[in-house]
């Protein structure tokens, strides 16, 4: 069974302080692994896929790396307007021909000014 | 822009009505649509998957008597929620995507049964 587990549950930031957020997970033939950012009341926002071990996406002050166990998402010089929850998924080989998305239990990130 | 919509974002109704949420693909065709539930602070529950043409495949769990899906075209699918209770009170979102790319996910519909 595909399990996605994500640390901190919450993170509290100053403005400007960089930090990371983690994203464990163990899947049967891995399909992409995705992170969202979702604002209270509102659907998840896609930010990134990343497909193999040793890959990087960058998105302003966001940055994706991914390993064959677990995912980072770093955060540089954040703003407050980044305050969200960052959910990770992770997609596999299902039984239909596009795979299911897992989730993990998400990281609300407040950033004070 | 959004690439799903969702409606409606909010229902409140009374016990034993029947509910009728629609997602809709807005920019392409998507033969394959899901159905997720969030509880308060907690994360995306997959419900089911809606296949275009054929019936929904319903995770462990969930009671497919209870929440009827039709995906009647590649760029509508709607969940119905039958006879209403409070315990079904949530937050229904919708995803959607074609092939390999990700999904996209619709605004969500709170739910609120009195």
């Given at each position: 069974e595909d399990q996605v587990t994500q640390s901190p549950e919450a993170l509290r930031l100053q403005e400007g302080e960089s930090s990371s957020l983690n994203c464990s997970y163990t899947v049967s033939g891995l399909r992409g692994l995705f992170w969202y950012r979702q604002d209270p009341g509102k659907g998840p926002e896609f930010l990134f896929t990343l497909y193999s071990a040793g890959e990087e996406k960058e998105k302003e002050r966001l940055k994706a790396t991914l390993t064959k166990k677990e995912s980072f998402l770093h955060i540089t010089?954040?703003?407050?307007?980044?305050s969200a929850t960052y959910l990770c998924a992770v997609r596999h080989a299902?039984?239909?021909?596009?795979g299911k998305l897992t989730f993990g239990q998400g990281t609300i990130l407040t950033v004070h000014p | 822009g959004a690439v799903v919509s969702q409606h409606p974002s909010r229902v409140i109704c009374k016990s034993g009505t029947s509910v009728k949420i629609e997602c809709r693909s807005l920019d392409f065709q998507a033969t394959t649509m899901f159905w997720y539930r969030q509880f308060p602070k907690q994360s995306l529950m997959l419900m089911a998957t809606s296949n275009e043409g054929s019936k929904a495949t319903y995770e462990q769990g969930v009671e497919k008597d209870k929440f009827l899906i039709n995906?009647?075209?590649?760029t509508l699918s709607t969940l119905t929620v039958t006879s209403?209770?409070?315990?079904?009170?949530s937050f229904y979102i919708c995803s959607a995507g074609v092939s390999n790319q990700p999904q996209h996910f619709g605004d969500g519909t709170r739910l609120s049964i009195l």
């Open positions: 010089a954040p703003k407050p307007e980044d299902g039984g239909t021909s596009y | 995906h009647a075209s590649l209403a209770h409070p315990e079904d009170s």
